[in-house]
């Protein structure tokens, strides 16, 4: 069980949505008693490069009592971690667990993104997140840090899924959550909107961040 201030668990939620989008996951690590910072951003205004920073260092400065850092993303919010881990260090960084991560885009950007709304809606980052060689995600390359990838295969958008191959989530194939390096990678049956909430989720992610892995027994 981690201690108080010991270990410190950075939350970034994904694109468009606020921090209000992780309180149920902030609630339940802070219960098994890590601190948690759990701070919004504006996925909206910037490009990927800029929000990195934008997004990790005030919640990395609020952590400066921990000896170990680990984060729990939401979307976007695990490309973040990568576009600052290619050019910064963090060295007491334990674990990061991505939720349905577009660790190589989405088809969903590369089909709707010329259509008139998408950028207005979805700001620079959104257009930095299809499946080309302009994809920031697929240009970022493996994981050097050790990640757990818990991506979703159920939808609430037919439409949408009908723009991704093989199953999804709704906004990301399960193939296109994975990253060459992870260390573990589980399938849930859970939505990309609402994964953060899932109670199987937020389970999976407890037992990562206490043992560096998922639990992957069925029962």
Not at 123 to 134: C, I, S, V, Y
Request: aromatic share 6%.
């Amino acid at each position: 069980m981690p201690t108080v201030n010991a270990t410190c668990v950075i939350l970034l939620h994904g694109l468009a949505r606020s921090e209000g989008s992780m309180e149920k996951l902030d609630d339940a690590l802070t219960v098994v008693g890590y601190k948690v910072i759990n701070l919004g951003y504006p996925s909206r205004e910037h490009a990927i490069e800029t929000l990195a920073a934008m997004a990790i260092e005030p919640a990395l400065a609020a952590c400066n009592d921990a000896t170990e850092i680990s984060f729990v993303t939401h979307s976007l919010g695990g490309i973040l971690v990568r576009q600052y881990l290619t050019h910064k260090e963090i060295a007491n960084l334990k674990y990061v667990v991505m939720l349905g991560p577009p660790n190589q885009g989405s088809e969903v950007v590369d089909k709707l993104r010329d259509i008139a709304g998408f950028h207005f809606l979805n700001g620079d980052a959104g257009m930095q997140l299809g499946t080309d060689q302009l994809s920031v995600p697929v240009r970022l390359g493996p994981a050097n840090f050790d990640v757990g990838i818990i991506a979703g295969n159920q939808s609430i958008n037919w439409i949408l899924s009908t723009l991704i191959p093989g199953n999804d989530d709704g906004k990301v194939s399960i193939a296109r959550t994975k990253l060459e390096g992870m260390n573990d990678h589980i399938v849930l049956p859970t939505t990309h909107p609402f994964m953060m909430q899932n109670a199987a989720a937020i389970s999976q992610v407890i037992y990562y961040l206490a043992n560096g892995s998922f639990n992957q027994k069925t029962d």
